[in-house]
C-alpha cells in the first residue's frame, strides 16, 4: 500500500475517533427503561432501615443539549429493616417530574409541578442516580495508573456542586466508572462516596449504578474559630468544657438494576403551572399534611392555642411544641385557607379578654415565623395598615421584621417607609407607645439587609431620608437652640436624636459615619453622644475603633467614657488597654483612679452637717455595686456564652442656691451560641437599658 494512502486514512480514523462523541447515557425515543432501586442505611444508635423502589426514564425530547427523561415511580417503599410491614410514607408520587440530561450525565434543568418539599427531593434523588461526567480518554485530561484511566473533573449533583474523580476500567459488558467525591455539603464532615455507574454496550446506557457512603458529623471546633470574637476580653467565672457529644454517623449503600425495556406511550409535558429548577437538593421542607377543610385545621390550631395558655408563666418544654404544631399547620394551608385564620384572629376576634389576646398574639408570631410573602402580605393589610391599628401588635410584628433574615415584602416595605416618613398618612393612635420609634429602628435595620442582599439604591435612599432628620452636629446652632428650650424640651430634643443615630447604626452603611462621628462632639449631650458612640457599634474597621477609644479616654463625661470603653473592648480591632476611671473624693477632695469592671465598689459618701450660720446643703453619691458578668457552657464545638452587664449610680445633691439630681443605668445583657463545629457565632439576644 502506498505509505501515503496509509497515513491519510490513518488520520481520517483518528479524526473520527475524536469528533464523534461518545454517548454513555443515551435512551432511545419510544422506549422506557425499568430499573430497579435498593438501598440500605444504617445510623448509629437509630436504626437500620431500606428503600425500596421501581422506577423508570423515558427519553420524551431530544435537542442539541440532551435528552429530557420522564421518570415514572412505580413503587417506593421506606421501613425499618426489622419491621419492614410499616408504612414509611403517604407521598403522592404520580405528578410530572422531567430533567434534561447530557450524553455525559450532566443534568441542566429538571421540571416539575409544585410540591412537597420531601417528595421533590425524593424525586432529584433518583434523577440523580445518573447525574455523572463520564468522558472518554479524548475528551478530558487524565492518567493511566493502577490498571485504570483517571481524569478529575467538577460537577453538579443533587448535593449541589464539587469535584470529584473517576477512574474507568473495562468490563465484560462494558465500561464501568468509578467515582471519589472529594467535597461534602457540611463542612468539616468526615465521609467518603463512592459512585460506580456500569456502561453496557449492547443495552447502549447505563446498565448498573452502586452507591457506598459513609458519613460522620464533625464534632471538632473549626480551625482558627473564635468564639469570642466582637466580644469584650472579661474574665469568665468559668470555662468552656471538654465534653465530648454523641457520634452522628450512617453508612449506607444503594444499587440501581436495569430490569428491562419496553414500548412507551406518547407523553406530552404539561404546560400549566410547571416550574424549571436545578437538579440541587436544597432544604428539604419537611412533609405535611394538606386541610381539605379548614375547620379541621381551626380546632387544631384552637388546641394547641389552649395548650399554650394553660403552661406556666415560667415556660415549659410544651409551650414551644404546641406552637411549633401552630406553624407546621399554617405552612400546610393555601393561601385561601391562611387568609380565612389571619382575618379571624386579627379582625374579628376582640383581644378583649385576656384569652383572646394571648391567641392573637401567639397567631401574629406564628405569621411572622411562616416569612412568606402572603404571611407578610396578611400582616402588612390586617396590622400595619388597619384603620383601628392595635399598638402592642404592631410593636410586635416590628420586632419579627427585625429578627428576620431576609428584607421585607415589598408591600410591608412600602408601609414601613411612610410609617416612619410620611407619618401623616395614619391615625395619631398608631404613634402610642413610642411606635413611631420602634418604627425607625426597625427601618434602619432592614435598611441594613437591603445594602447586604443588594439593593443599595433603596438602602442609600432610607438612610439618606434619616440623614436629612438628623443633620449634621452643629455646636453653635445646639447651643442656641438649647438655651430656650424648657426641659421638656430638650428631653424630647435628645430623645429624637437618639433614635435617629441608632437607626443609623442599624443600617451600618458607611455613608453615615460621618453624620455619627459629629454627634459624638464634645458640646452635644451626654445622652446623644452615648447613642453615638453605640452606633458605631456595626463598623468594624480601624477607624471605628480608634474612634470610640478616643472618647473612652478624652470624652468630659464619664458615662460616655464608660460606654465607648465597652464597646471599644468588644471591636475587633481594638488592642488591650488598662480601663481607668477618674472619680472625684468628696472626703478628701482629691481624685483617685479606679477601675470601673471591678465588682463590690459602693460608694457612699456624705458631707457632715454642722451648726453655721449658713446652712450649705447635703450631697452624697450612691453607686451600687457593679457586675461584669460573663459565664460560658457547652464547648467551643458546640456552646453559649451568656453576659451581665450592670452598673447604676444615683448623684444627689441639694443646696440653698444650687442642687442636682443625677440617675445613670447601664444595664445589658446578651446570649451568643457558639457553633465551632460549623465554624459561626449567633447573637441569641442582645439587650440594653441607658439612662
Known sequence: MDWSVFRLSSFILVFVAVTIETKYIHFKEGYEYQYNFVSDAEIKNVGKFRIGAKISYTNIRTTDEGQELLLRIYAFHFAPINDPDIKGHDWDLSKWFSFVITSHGEILQVYHPAEDGSVL???????????????????????????????????????????????????????????????????????????????????????KVLIEEDFTAPMTTQQGFDPHYGMRKVKPVNEF????????????????????????KYYIKPTDDMLTSSIHVDNVKPYRRKYKNIKQARK????????????????????????????????????????EIAEYYFVRLRPVLTRNRADTEAILDAFGILNTNHSQFLLNKLILLNPKPDVVLIQRLLFHIVAADTIPYEPMLITLEDICFNSNKFPKQMFQNDTYYRALLTLGSVAGKLDQAGYKKRALWITNNVHNMLGMHDPWKYRKKREVMTEKEMLLYDLHRVVLLETLGNAKLDVSYDYIISHINSTNSPWIKRAGVHALRGYKHQQAADDMLYSALYDEDENVRYEALLLYQAHPKSRMITPLNNKFSTKDNKTSVIDPYSSGITDVDFHHIQRRSVWKGLEFRLQSPSVDWLKMIGSTTVGASFGIIMANLLDFKIAPLSGHLRIVVHDEAFARVHLGFMGINLDFFVGQTLL
Not at 448535593?159 to 474507568?168: C, R
Request: charged share 25%; proline share 3%; aromatic share 10%.
Open 121 to 207: 427531593a425524593t424525586k432529584k434523588g433518583f434523577a440523580a442516580l445518573l447525574a455523572s461526567r463520564l468522558h472518554d480518554e479524548t475528551e478530558v485530561e487524565g492518567r493511566f495508573h493502577q490498571g485504570g484511566w483517571h481524569y478529575s473533573v467538577e460537577e453538579l449533583g443533587h448535593e449541589g456542586l464539587h469535584n470529584a474523580t473517576y477512574t474507568v476500567t473495562p468490563t465484560n459488558e462494558g465500561k464501568a466508572f468509578k467515582k471519589v467525591r472529594h467535597e461534602h455539603p457540611v463542612k468539616n464532615a468526615k465521609f467518603n462516596y463512592e459512585k460506580t455507574m456500569h456502561f453496557h454496550d449492547e443495552l447502549g446506557t447505563i446498565h
Open 241 to 264: 468544657s471538654t465534653m465530648a457529644y454523641p457520634e452522628m454517623s450512617a453508612i449506607s449503600k444503594g444499587q440501581l438494576h436495569f430490569l428491562t425495556r419496553v414500548s412507551a
Open 300 to 339: 387544631e390550631i384552637y388546641g394547641n392555642l389552649t395548650c399554650m395558655f394553660n403552661q406556666p408563666e415560667k415556660g415549659s418544654p410544651d409551650l414551644n411544641k404546641c406552637f411549633s404544631d401552630i406553624v407546621e399547620i399554617l405552612k400546610s394551608l393555601t393561601d385561601e385557607q391562611q387568609t
